[in-house]
C-alpha cells in the first residue's frame, strides 16, 4: 500500500520507518528540514511543506495514496487544520493522532475513518501491567469493552480455568496458548506458542500461559484488585 505521512516527529517518523519496513510505499511531509533530513534516506519521498497551508497541501500526492496519516500531536491547531484542509481537498481515508480528549473530541466530528491515541493506549497499557505484575497488550472495542492479553497471573497459576472463570465474572477467557518445543527444517528446537483447548476437564494454568480475555472496564478494575 502507499501511504502519505504527515508529521514526522517521534512518532510519525518511527510509523513511516515501520511501514516502510513492510515494503509499503511511504511518502512523508514536514514543515521542518531536521525531520525531513532525518528520514529522507529511508522512505520514498519527502516533502517539506506547511500543511497548515492549502496551497501547500495541494503539492501533495493526496489522490495517488490509499491512506493519508496526520501524526501531528505537538501543535493542536495545526493537527486541527490540516485534518480539515484534507477534508476540503476531498482526502477520502484519513487517520489522525490525538494528544488529548479534547483534541480527540474535535477530530470526531470529521468522521475520519480512524483517530489514533498512542500515548493514552501506552498509558492504559502501563496501568494494567502494573496491575498484574506482568506485561499487558490491550485494545478497546468500545467505549466501555477491552480486549487483554496478558502472561497468567504468577496467583493462577495451578488454579483450573474453569475456576478462573466462575470467579472473574465479568471477564470472559477468550483464548491460551501454551509454549510448545518445535524443530525447524535446520534441527533447531525453539518453543512456539500453541493454542490450547480450554474444554478440556480440569485444565490448569502454568507459569507460561498467556491469556486473551475480555470485558468490560469495571470488570478489570475488580480483576486488578486481586493483585493490589
Known amino acids: 500500500m502507499k501511504y502519505l505521512i504527515i508529521g514526522l516527529g517521534i512518532y510519525g517518523s518511527n510509523l513511516a520507518l515501520d511501514l516502510a519496513a513492510l515494503g509499503h510505499e511511504v511518502i512523508g511531509a ?24 492549502e496551497s501547500a497541501l495541494s503539492v501533495l500526492p493526496l489522490k495517488n495514496v490509499d491512506l493519508v496519516i496526520v501524526a501531528i500531536g505537538e501543535n493542536f491547531g495545526a493537527s486541527v487544520k490540516t485534518v480539515a484542509l484534507l477534508k476540503k481537498l476531498g482526502v477520502r481515508h484519513i487517520y489522525a ?14 468522521d475520519i475513518d480512524r483517530i489514533l491515541t498512542p500515548e493514552q493506549r501506552a498509558a492504559a497499557d502501563l496501568t494494567r501491567e502494573m496491575g498484574l505484575g506482568t506485561h499487558v497488550t490491550s485494545m478497546k472495542i468500545d467505549s ?9 497471573p504468577a ?9 478462573i472463570a466462575s470467579d472473574e465474572p465479568d471477564i470472559k477467557i477468550i483464548a491460551v496458548t501454551r509454549p510448545k518445543p518445535r524443530t525447524n527444517i535446520i534441527g533447531i528446537s525453539h518453543d512456539e506458542p500453541s493454542l490450547i483447548d480450554l474444554s478440556q476437564p480440569g485444565l490448569t494454568a502454568e507459569a507460561d500461559d498467556i491469556i486473551t480475555v475480555i470485558g468490560p472496564s469495571k470488570g478489570f478494575k475488580n480483576f486488578f484488585k486481586r493483585f493490589n
Open 97 to 110: 493522532r490525538a494528544i488529548d480528549r479534547l483534541h480527540e473530541s474535535i477530530l470526531e466530528g470529521f
Open 144 to 152: 466501555d469493552h477491552i480486549i487483554a492479553k496478558f502472561k497468567i
Open 155 to 163: 496467583a493462577f497459576e495451578g488454579e483450573p480455568y474453569a475456576r
Open 30 to 53: 514536514d514543515n521542518k528540514s531536521a525531520n525531513i533530513e532525518a528520514i529522507k534516506d529511508f522512505i520514498t519521498t519527502v516533502y517539506q511543506v506547511d500543511s497548515t497551508e
